[in-house]
């Protein structure tokens, strides 16, 4: 562990435990209910389509390997669009991060408690609920607050323990299968390029959350060579765990498209009810695991705005004993506790949706004005024909906003907007300061 002394920070997070953080921010819930609605749109076929929308999520992230690989600093996806095109687009890609960094949390929160109440049914009711968010969310906060060796060990656990169940689901299905009990499923393979897209577009989002690991750099023990390594590995765990997972679905359910449930339904055949126990509460294992995830992610976000001078100071506060970002720590766990009182946050679908269409796009355009403005800077890595990776990182972002109905979107242009006014008051400031300094 070594000191990061311009911050005060330590950095503490090495190659395998930022790998984990990764995977740990791409898999959340919606593997335990995603492969029922991919069959109903790909049929037998469905596997493939897991492994194609995969694969077009790789351009996305080898640009993300370089461009990552220019930065030792906290910020992510904000920090790199900002040294690249300037504030403004810094800060209208980093209001966009934190949004979706604050909402889905709040909505895994309330799917925690949903799941909850599958063993505890007055989980739901409006005390017990305060109570467990109150006890979920604070009890990331606390230690994710003393160090982010804990949160990082916490964040490491939960890895582990969210692909166990997934690799008994896979394991026990191929077996069960294999051995001349695969199911008869009778839904034809679709032709139409429609469904086909459909499908691609719902699992390229289950890939996505690999640029939220990607804000805590500045606690990377070797951040600009472990961030690709880390990248590219948690892909492709992603890819295999998410593709035989959906063959396992298609092949062992006789009506997987009619299950609530995919994961446990098809545990309870070959483990009986105490399987399809194991796999809801792996689906809340998965779900906390998200959440200590962002625990720690998220708030390094602002504290990465505030260490530009695009927030107040106070959130770029280092705590002098546990040489965390206490204050941005606090006041993260505050936020998302109020909004997961508010309400379950179904938008919040189509708000990640476009937010990450935003990142992808503006990172993946970053690259080659990143190679002009600090040649040499992607030392650890260089993406070998670039402009090839960038144009297609750049199209399927393209092509999926063409898909997405953008009519719940309103609050995405409320954040852009502020977003804005975030951009003109800093100007502002600075300008002043200029003229007083003259």
């Known amino acids: 562990m070594t000191s990061n002394d311009a911050k005060g920070l330590v950095r503490a997070i090495g190659r395998w435990s930022l790998t984990a953080l990764v995977i740990n921010s ?24 897991v492994l194609l929308a995969g694969l077009a999520v790789a351009p996305v992230i080898a640009c993300y390997a370089e461009v990552s690989s220019y930065f030792a600093e906290a910020g992510g996806p904000y920090l790199w669009t900002r040294t690249a095109f300037g504030p403004l687009i810094g800060l209208e890609t980093g209001w966009l991060l934190w949004l979706v960094r604050l909402t889905a949390p709040a909505a895994n929160a ?4 949903n799941y909850l109440a599958e063993f505890w049914p007055s989980a739901k009711d409006p005390l017990p609920r305060t109570g467990v968010l109150t006890l979920l969310l604070g009890l990331l906060a606390l230690i994710n607050y003393r160090g982010v060796r804990a949160g990082m060990q916490v964040s490491n ?27 008869v499923f009778t839904a034809q393979p679709p032709s139409e390029v429609k469904l086909w897209l459909q499908g691609l577009l719902l ?25 690709p390594f880390a990248l590219f590995t948690a892909l492709t765990v992603c890819v295999l765990v998410y593709t035989l997972v959906q063959w396992v679905v298609v092949h062992v359910l006789p009506d997987p498209v009619h299950s609530d449930r995919p994961l446990a339904d098809a545990a309870r055949l070959f483990m009986g009810g105490g399987g399809a126990a194991l796999i809801s509460f792996g689906a809340l294992i998965s779900t906390y695991g998200y959440l200590s995830a962002n625990s720690l992610v998220v708030p390094r976000i602002t504290f990465a705005f505030a260490e530009e001078g695009d927030f107040p100071r106070i959130f770029a506060a280092v705590h002098r004993r546990f ?18 009182l508010l309400g379950n946050f179904s938008w919040n ?9 935003f990142f992808y796009a503006f990172g ?32 399927v972002s393209i092509v999926l906003a063409t898909r997405i109905d953008m009519s719940g979107s309103l609050i995405l242009g409320a954040t852009m907007f502020v977003a804005f006014i975030n951009w003109l008051l800093v100007r502002k400031r600075n300008a002043r300061k200029s003229a007083l300094a003259s």
């Not at 919606?30 to 749109?41: K, N, Q, Y």
């Not at 699992?203 to 990377?220: C, P």
């Not at 040489?323 to 997961?340: G, K, M, R, Y």
């Open 349 to 357: 679908v189509t708000l990640s949706a476009v937010a990450r269409l």
């Open 364 to 395: 993946c355009a970053a690259l080659p004005v990143l190679r002009r403005k600090q040649p040499g800077g992607g030392a650890w890595f260089r993406l070998p024909g670039a402009i090839v990776f960038v144009a297609l990182g750049i199209l």
């Open 323 to 340: 040489h965390t970002p206490h204050f941005s720590i606090l006041f993260f766990a505050v936020l998302v506790w109020l909004f997961a």
């Open 26 to 49: 791409i898999i959340g819930s919606g593997i335990f209910g995603l492969p029922s609605s991919m069959a109903g749109l790909l049929g037998t076929r469905s596997p493939l389509g």
């Open 203 to 227: 699992f390229i989002f289950a890939y996505g959350g690999f640029e939220g690991a990607l804000v805590v750099m500045a606690e990377a023990q070797n951040p600009k060579r472990d961030a």
């Open 110 to 113: 309330n799917l925690f408690v």
């Open 157 to 183: 656990l939960f890895t582990i323990a969210k692909l166990l169940p997934l690799l008994i689901v896979i394991v026990g299905g191929v077996l069960y299968a294999t051995a001349g009990h695969q199911a």
